[in-house]
């Protein structure tokens, strides 16, 4: 079956009904523990959710996914796993599957693979991103790359939640912004703030946003051994609003893959894998220890240690003001 609004409805109807693992993980998400921080004027909710230690807890390295079987490529997916066949018209050789997320965060969670089990690179396929967007009014997708929270680094995939969720949808528009450029039909800005270096490219054309978006990825700072700027990305065609109408994509620039709260012995330890959910402002925390501990101070230690810093933000938003 296609992606579509009636059978994506179908699909997670059957699902949570057919599938005991999803079903009960869905219910268990109804009663989650939430509790709202405001940092730097930020709005983020925290969310106690145990499934997602899966996740959080992952083993990314390249010896440990070398010796587990992809759970994102077909044939080892649990036979009651169903999806929706998803092709983007402008790269018709790779379709996608649409999957519910068994380990939800969102009320309601996609993972949306490719096909081929192929790795986990942005540059290319950001094209069917801004279109699942476009296909998908309701939801906010978002990518994760591989190093930077994705638990499947070697199969590529995008995920979704329902709008109306993470925080910033709504709260972007009260965030002081630089302007980088402008078109007609293009923004590009440089969010100030909380996410250091945070770029929003708006776009009432998804082929120049996409355009853009690979110049852009095109100067972002490269890792030495890392075969992609670490970015996580938010898209999601905006139905009300300033940017009613338009594609919105936040671009989240990023130093390092877990903080050192994931790392700390003792009272310092914070179960926090922050990934583009948690920078899109729902911070998940699978043990209930750090779901009481965590304050506005060790939020600000996290988000200061994992996204890059000030001065190298400058440096970044002058090559990319050269490049567009
Ligand atoms: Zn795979």
């Not at 995920?159 to 109306?164: H, I, L």
Request: proline share 6%.
């Amino acid at each position: 079956m296609i992606l579509n609004t009636q059978n994506l409805a179908a699909l997670f109807e059957e699902q949570l009904n057919s599938w005991e693992q999803a079903g009960s993980n869905y219910e268990a998400l109804a009663k989650v523990l939430v509790k709202d921080v405001v940092v730097d004027g930020f709005p983020f909710k925290v969310q106690f959710n145990p499934a997602r230690i899966v996740s959080s807890a992952a083993k990314v390295d390249a010896k440990s996914i070398s010796e587990r079987k992809c759970f994102l490529c077909k044939e080892n997916r649990p036979a009651v796993q169903k999806g929706l066949d998803y092709i983007n018209n402008s790269d018709t050789a790779n379709p996608y599957t649409v999957l519910i997320n068994p380990f939800p965060i969102f009320p309601k969670h996609l993972t949306i693979p490719l096909l081929d089990h192929t790795l986990q690179l942005i540059s290319g396929r950001f094209d069917a991103m801004l279109n699942l967007a476009g296909e998908l009014p309701d939801y906010t997708l978002f990518y994760n790359g591989p190093k930077c929270g994705a638990s499947a680094p070697d199969h590529f995939h995008f995920q979704a939640g329902n709008k109306g969720f993470l925080t910033i949808e709504k709260h972007l528009e009260k965030m002081e912004s630089e302007v980088l450029f402008r078109t007609e039909n293009t923004t590009v800005s440089k969010v100030n703030g909380l996410f250091k270096g945070l770029i929003a490219l708006v776009s009432d054309s998804p082929s120049q946003a996409n355009d853009i978006f690979e110049k852009i990825l095109s100067v972002l700072p490269l890792k030495e051994g890392e075969a992609e700027p670490m970015v996580n990305i938010l898209c999601w065609y905006e139905t009300s609003g300033v940017n009613k109408d338009k594609y919105v994509t936040l671009i989240y620039l990023r130093d390092k893959h877990r903080p050192s709260h994931y790392f700390a012995e003792g009272d310092g330890n914070i179960l926090l894998s922050p990934a583009s959910v948690d920078l899109g402002g729902v911070l998940i925390t699978p043990l209930e220890k750090d779901f009481h501990k965590i304050s506005e101070i060790e939020i600000k230690e996290i988000m200061d240690e994992i996204l890059i810093p000030e001065s190298v933000t400058n440096a970044i938003v002058n090559k990319i003001k050269t490049v567009l």
